[in-house]
């Protein structure tokens, strides 16, 4: 059982043509910058959008996973590069793409059970390098983590 009062959480989703190759990249650390999990997963075909809200579901249902491990925690800060999946989280955006919408839902209700305040951060690229490579990683075939 560990005594993280916030992780934070860096995500990334990438395809090579849009849509394209696609995978996912999740990074997360506790507020001490000490790894606490990492993900890297192909799609397969899809867009970078879609492939962007698969790496915030991903990473939500890391935490729904181990949220009982920590029992101290009482914020999670998402950081993400792309900018429209950020202001959709946080109601700013609508969400027209149906696909997109569906994986939007998906992230609210696991947020939900959660019950833990999350917060959701746009980043410019260079500062979400770590999420970045594990897509990169994957989609050059060298990672498959889930």
């Not at 075909?45 to 249902?61: F, K, P, Q």
Request: charged share 25%; net charge positive; proline share 3%.
């Amino acid at each position: 059982m560990n005594k993280n009062k916030l992780i934070n959480i860096y995500t990334d989703g990438g395809s090579r043509g849009n849509p394209g190759p696609a995978a996912l990249g999740v990074h997360i650390e506790n507020e001490k910058g000490e790894v606490l999990g990492e993900i890297g997963k192909i799609l397969g075909i899809t867009t970078n959008n879609i492939a962007e809200y698969s790496a915030i579901v991903a990473a939500l249902s890391w935490v729904l996973e181990r949220i009982n491990e920590m029992p101290t925690l009482v914020r999670i800060n998402f950081f993400m590069d792309s900018n429209l999946a950020a202001s959709q989280l946080n109601g700013l955006y609508k969400i027209k793409n149906a696909n997109l919408r569906t994986l939007y839902f998906l992230a609210k209700e696991k947020e939900a059970e959660i019950k833990i305040p999350i917060y959701y951060s746009h980043i410019p690229r260079e500062e979400n390098k770590k999420a970045d490579r594990l897509v990169n990683m994957a989609l050059d075939n060298k990672l498959n983590l889930a």
